[in-house]
Each structure stands twice: as structure tokens, then as C-alpha cells.
């Protein structure tokens, strides 16, 4: 009697696990709406800072201060963030976090960035989500 | 020893985070101040043995050494060239570097 619950629970779950593959397979090829946001793999032409990577190392440097000289911390925070079609950026967000002051330095500096030139897609400007690591390791 | 190489003030394990911090007599911070007339270094017990003991070096034969001398003991962090950050205080950068090197050396041989 077990066994034939087991066998029922796993070809259920089975079934349950192909529906999921299928609903996530039609969930990403369904996004066409303008609020669409394209993680930067997907796109053809990926989001840039004004002045390319070298514009986007000056913003830091000029910008990015060490935020308590006191505190013995090491190492990157890790954040994310949405280019929107309008180069805005929004939604900035620590995905890996060092500590807490360091954090908010690392979002009050991707919060304080100009416009983007926008990615694309099939030569149509697109939200992007970006991913940036800030090191704070002193050499 | 001779002179230090240039490189992270941090552990070379590659660990980040909270690492430790140096507390001394005076009227600094909570955070800052010891609470006695002790200096008190605390590290973050979750590093690993080597980390522990190159952040033990860090403070007390770096920062430490330094404030019970007279000296300028705390770091002065400014942006380099290439974006990143460099030390400023560079008697504390030095004696840090030259801590670390030192203390990684003998740990290794110990444990051979």
C-alpha cells in the first residue's frame, strides 16, 4: 500500500516538475510587454555607462568614498540594479552584502550614477538588470 | 624581514567581511573606546585560524603598535589610480604588510 503511494507521490511529482519546466519555459518566451525587464544575458546590446568602462572607473573613483576608517572590513559588496528604457536607473538592491555601512555606500553610489545608454533588443531599447560588484579592499 | 610586498592590508585567505577593530582609552565612539585603559582588539571569530592570526597581526603589530608609540595609528583610505583604494598612512601600511608577511610565515612553519 506504501509503495503504491510512493509510486503515485512520485509520478505526481514528476508530472507537478514537467508542468513547472513548462510554465517557466512559456513564462520566459512570453515576455513582450513594455515593463519587461531583460536580465543582461538576454540582450542583444547590453546597457552602458556614458564613456563606456572607462567613464564608469572614474564615476567610481571620483565618487566612491571609504565610508569608516575605523572599522576593520574587507572585501565587495555585490549589487544589483535596473536600466531602465529611459537609461534611469531604479530598484538597486545588495544581493551580497559586506556590512551594513559599506552597503549603503555601495547603493548611495549606484543611486547617485547618470543615465545609462540603454540596452536592446532587436535594436529596441529594453529594461536591463546589471549586476555590479564593489570592492573595498585597501592595497 | 625584508620590505613588504605590496598587496592587501587584509587576510590573504581571501576572507571578507567584519574583520576585527582596535579599541582604545579616551573618549572616542562606543564602538572606538575601550572601555578601561586597555587597549582591547577584538577579531571576528568566524575567520578561519590563519585569518584570525593575520588580523591579530593586522591590529596589534599594526595599529596597536603604532598608538603606543605616539604614532598616527589609523588608517587613511583615499581612492587610487585604478579606482580602487589605497592607504594613506603609509608607516601603517607598511608595518601592516610587514605584520602579516611575518605572521603567515610562522604560522606556516608551525604547522609543518
Not at chain 1, 552584502?97 to 535594436?123: C, R, Y
Not at chain 2, 598608538?67 to 583604494?85: I, L
Request: glycine content about 10%; hydrophobic content about 35%.
Amino acid at each position: 500500500m506504501n509503495k503504491g503511494k510512493n509510486k503515485l507521490f512520485s509520478v505526481g511529482t514528476i508530472v507537478l516538475l514537467s508542468q513547472l519546466i513548462i510554465f517557466c519555459s512559456f513564462s520566459q518566451t512570453s515576455i513582450k510587454s513594455d515593463d519587461d525587464i531583460y536580465l543582461y544575458i538576454h540582450v542583444d546590446k547590453l546597457p552602458s555607462f556614458p564613456g563606456g568602462s572607462h567613464g564608469l572607473k572614474e564615476f567610481i573613483k571620483t565618487n566612491l568614498k571609504w565610508p569608516d576608517q575605523e572599522i576593520g572590513v574587507h572585501g565587495i559588496v555585490l549589487v544589483s540594479f535596473i536600466v531602465k528604457k529611459s537609461g534611469e536607473i531604479e530598484s538597486v538592491i545588495v544581493e551580497r552584502s559586506l556590512h551594513q555601512i559599506f552597503d549603503t555606500e555601495a547603493v548611495n553610489l549606484i543611486k547617485k550614477m547618470p543615465k545609462w545608454n540603454t540596452g536592446e533588443i532587436n535594436m529596441q531599447p529594453v529594461s536591463v538588470k546589471l549586476y555590479l560588484p564593489i570592492e573595498f579592499i585597501i592595497r | 624581514m625584508g620590505e613588504p610586498q605590496i598587496g592587501s592590508l587584509g587576510p590573504t585567505t581571501g576572507e571578507e567581511g567584519f574583520l576585527g577593530i582596535m579599541q582604545i582609552p579616551g573618549k572616542l565612539s562606543d564602538a572606538l573606546n575601550s572601555p578601561d585603559d586597555k587597549i582591547k582588539i577584538t577579531i571576528n571569530s568566524g575567520l578561519s585560524e590563519l585569518g584570525q592570526a593575520q588580523l591579530m597581526s593586522h591590529e596589534l603589530y599594526g595599529h596597536a603598535l603604532l598608538f603606543s608609540r605616539g604614532e598616527p595609528h589609523k588608517h587613511s583610505v583615499v581612492s587610487d589610480e585604478s579606482g580602487g583604494f589605497k592607504e594613506g598612512n603609509r608607516a601603517l601600511s607598511k608595518q601592516i604588510l610587514k605584520s602579516i608577511a611575518e605572521t603567515t610565515k610562522n604560522y606556516e612553519q608551525r604547522k609543518k
